[in-house]
Antibody
Framework: QVQLQESGPGLVKPSETLSLTCTVSGGSISSYYWSWIRQPAGKGLEWIGRIYTSGSTNNNPSLKSRVTISVDTSKNQFSLKLSSVTAADTAVYYC?????????WGQGTLVTVSS | QSALTQPASVSGSPGQSITISCTGTSSDVGGYNYVSWYQQHPGKAPKLMIYDVSKRPSGVSNRFSGSKSGNTASLTISGLQAEDEADYYCSSYTSTTTRVFGGGTNLTVL
């Protein structure tokens, strides 16, 4: 059974860079698309961006210039960097595996942006 | 990209059927048969309920069904049960190969 686990700092200061890693277990990271999705408290889901295991990426246009997604197939991990964060970036961040639908999700990790 | 449009809330009594709509454009919902639906209970990660408009993953009750007409997709839950009370989100593939979610619908079982 494929499992995904997000990890990273739970608190980030304004203007700094948020960094999260998703570790995939129970299956290979190869030949799938991997996305980051976030959800502010009490609000809906927002797709942040995705990476294929070849390294090709595509991001939400509303966040595009601040988002970097990378993959390390040797570690079965992929990562998110979101630069210049503000309080509006406070959310639960999920990683997910997909092709045209998100079949596997991590449990989510809360990231708070505050000084 | 704009979020897909869903009603903020729907409600129904146990045993009844409800339908949640998800409206997009010809660049997402209307252009591809890649609409999926997710159920989310408080504090939990979303769970896939319907994919490719109308397909059910293994283990999902056949009380859940999906359809699409033009730029609007729909999720129908028949024989409502208390455990169905949750938030529901639609999602679609888009013409720019991004993904987009709906704003979410809160389902209350009366």
């Amino acid at each position: 059974q494929v499992q995904l686990q997000e990890s990273g700092p739970g608190l980030v200061k304004p203007s700094e860079t948020l960094s999260l890693t998703c570790t995939v277990s129970g299956g290979s990271i190869s030949s799938y698309y991997w996305s980051w999705i976030r959800q502010p408290a009490g609000k809906g889901l927002e797709w942040i961006g995705r990476i294929y295991t070849s390294g090709s990426t595509n991001n939400n246009p509303s966040l595009k210039s601040r988002v970097t997604i990378s993959v390390d197939t040797s570690k079965n991990q992929f990562s998110l960097k979101l630069s210049s964060v503000t309080a509006a970036d406070t959310a639960v961040y999920y990683c997910a595996r997909h092709r045209y639908y998100f079949g596997y999700w991590g449990q989510g990790t809360l990231v708070t942006v505050s000084s | 990209q704009s979020a897909l449009t869903q009603p903020a809330s729907v409600s129904g009594s146990p045993g009844q059927s409800i339908t949640i709509s998800c409206t997009g454009t010809s660049s997402d919902v209307g252009g591809y048969n890649y609409v999926s639906w997710y159920q989310q209970h408080p504090g939990k990660a979303p769970k896939l309920m319907i994919y490719d408009v109308s397909k059910r993953p293994s283990g999902v009750s056949n009380r859940f069904s999906g359809s699409k007409s033009g730029n609007t997709a729909s999720l129908t839950i028949s024989g409502l049960q208390a455990e169905d009370e949750a938030d529901y989100y639609c999602s679609s593939y888009t013409s720019t190969t991004t993904r987009v979610f709906g704003g979410g619908t809160n389902l209350t079982v009366l």
